[in-house]
């Protein structure tokens, strides 16, 4: 059995996601279950997990790799040279677009998440190891 690497609250707040390293996805409460990476192979493992306003959710792989599951794909950094691995994904309130994050700082913005900053390139310090988006 994979760890358990990512949470994400569903719509209502009243269940959640799980996500696991190997891409496998676990629906508690009323978080609606739309498909999963588990038993599939992957270039990298997964290392987060965020909901959609709707419903529907994505994963994220520490190589900047996207998988939708009931919500639109909107971009990834697959494929592109990163300074750091990916650690986190975080949808905006609409579910339009998410952001992700790498270990160095460094934020990649797709639909419309937008982008304010990063700690990309700072020396020393610790490294990043998730996000969150702000409310309000």
């Keep these: 059995m994979a760890p358990v690497v990512g949470i994400?609250?569903?719509p209502s707040g009243n269940g959640y996601l799980l996500a696991a390293s190997d891409g496998g996805v676990f629906a508690f409460?009323?978080?609606?279950f739309r498909g999963s990476e588990g038993g599939r192979p992957l270039a990298a493992p997964v290392t987060g997990i965020a909901s959609a306003a709707h419903g529907g959710y994505w994963l994220t792989a520490?190589?900047?790799g996207v998988?939708?599951?009931g919500a639109p794909f909107l971009g990834s950094m697959g494929g592109h040279p990163l300074a750091g691995p990916v650690v986190g994904i975080s949808a905006t309130p609409d579910g339009g677009g998410y952001w992700l994050v790498?270990?160095?700082g460094g934020v990649f913005n797709f639909g419309d998440a937008t982008f304010s900053g990063a700690r990309s390139g700072s020396t020393?310090?610790?490294?990043?190891?998730?996000i969150t988006?702000?409310?309000?």
Excluded at 29 to 32: S, T
Excluded at 124 to 130: L, N
Aim: hydrophobic letters at 20%; proline letters at 4%.
């Design 8 to 10: 994400t609250s569903s």
């Design 29 to 32: 409460g009323d978080a609606g």
């Design 62 to 64: 520490s190589d900047g």
């Design 67 to 69: 998988f939708a599951f």
């Design 102 to 104: 790498g270990s160095d």
């Design 124 to 130: 020393g310090g610790s490294p990043v190891v998730g």
């Design 133 to 136: 988006r702000t409310y309000g």
